[in-house]
């Protein structure tokens, strides 16, 4: 019953910025750890950015410096912050939730996505 709806995608030009923004459709009492990935045509889905817990964050290498995750855990959501975009970013953006619930026990949850398009 757990729904996460992503928003804050769009067309942007090259160097420019983006927030994007993810809420859970319940409150999660335990959550493990936020995550972004994204997936660009013709590729794999790769992990952009992570927020455990504890709230330490990982990044990938292509985005070091130039992406940062946040969370407002009462508010059940997750943002990314972007800038610097290059066409490469060019991707849909989906955020994943790890969790523990009394009725899927741990469990990984998935946005529909938001599409971020970057012009050069």
């Known amino acids: 019953q757990v729904q996460l709806v992503e928003s804050g995608g769009g067309l942007v030009q090259a160097g420019g910025s983006l927030r994007l923004s993810c809420v859970a459709s319940v409150r999660i009492a335990r959550i493990i750890d936020w995550n972004w990935y994204r997936q660009a045509p013709g590729k794999s889905r790769e992990l952009v950015a992570g927020i455990t817990s504890s709230g330490s964050t990982d990044y990938a290498d292509s985005v070091k410096g130039r992406f940062t995750i946040s969370r407002d855990n009462a508010k059940n959501t997750v943002y990314l912050q972007m800038n610097s975009l290059k066409p490469e970013d060019t991707a849909r953006y989906y955020c994943?939730?790890?969790?523990?619930?009394?009725?899927?026990?741990?469990?990984?949850?998935w946005g529909q996505g938001t599409q971020v398009t970057v012009s050069s």
């Open positions: 994943n939730l790890k969790a523990f619930t009394s009725w899927d026990g741990h469990a990984l949850y």
